[in-house]
């Protein structure tokens, strides 16, 4: 078990580029989430996988933002025009889908900073 | 919707001493509550679950956990504080109609003193 990996863990961008984060789950788990972290803030929910089919999309995911999890294993999300309003910390999770209130198990997370 | 209220932003433990994180969740399905572990930059770590089992909860690195229906709670409770338990604690609820959905409270900053 290695653990939710996230990469880069740290981007830097200017205002307007577009940034893309990947984030690998642990292997056996068909659950994906991306959560968003302001500074002082709790993380905020963005939208989830399972297996590769999107299941549900935060309001905060403005249409600049774009989640895919192509086969079912790695996932990425693309925000397109970065605004500074966009710079936080963008975290992953995975977990078993089941009945049973399965945890979550978090990546490190990818810090945006947009200027 | 669900909802999490955590009371009081930031800690101060002395060594030791009691530590006492409050948390109060709104749902309208029989909850299940986490509490997770934020170091500087880093990922959220679980602490522990509620999953409607027993109501106490133990946890890791001497954490636990109560949660109370009547009132709503789950407030996190460690008896002696160690200095490397600074850092940032997370009670989250799950939305088990949506995907098992996390929902956070605000977060409580935890200083120990020596």
């Known amino acids: ?28 788990h068909n659950r994906l989430y991306w959560y968003r972290q302001t500074l002082g803030q709790g993380p905020e929910f963005l939208t989830y996988f399972q297996n590769e089919a999107q299941l549900e999309k935060s309001r905060l995911l403005s249409d600049r933002f774009s989640a895919e999890r192509p086969k079912g ?43 | 919707a669900q909802s999490v209220t955590q009371l009081g932003s930031h800690v101060s433990v002395s060594e030791g001493a009691l530590v006492l994180l409050r948390c109060n969740y709104s749902s309208s399905v029989p ?29 890791i690195n001497g954490f636990e956990a109560e949660f109370k229906k009547s009132e709503t709670s789950f407030h996190l409770t460690k008896p002696s504080a160690h200095m490397s338990d600074a850092a940032e604690y997370f009670c989250a ?7 098992n959905k996390l929902t956070f409270g605000g977060g409580t900053r935890v200083l120990v003193k020596p």
């Open chain 2, 93 to 99: 609820v799950s939305d088990r109609a949506a995907g």
């Open chain 1, 73 to 115: 294993s790695f996932s990425t999300l693309e925000i397109q025009r970065t605004e500074q309003g966009d710079s936080a910390m963008y975290l992953c999770a995975s977990s078993l889908s089941a009945a049973g209130g399965y945890e979550q198990y978090f990546g490190p997370g990818t810090r945006l900073t947009v200027t």
């Open chain 2, 31 to 59: 909850p299940y509550l986490f509490w997770y572990v934020q170091y500087p930059n880093q990922g959220l770590q679980l602490l522990l679950k509620y999953t409607s089992a027993a109501t106490l909860v133990k946890g």
């Open chain 1, 1 to 28: 078990d290695t653990g939710v990996s996230q990469d880069p863990r740290h981007k830097i961008t200017k205002r307007g580029q577009n940034v893309t984060f990947r984030c690998d789950p642990i292997s056996e």
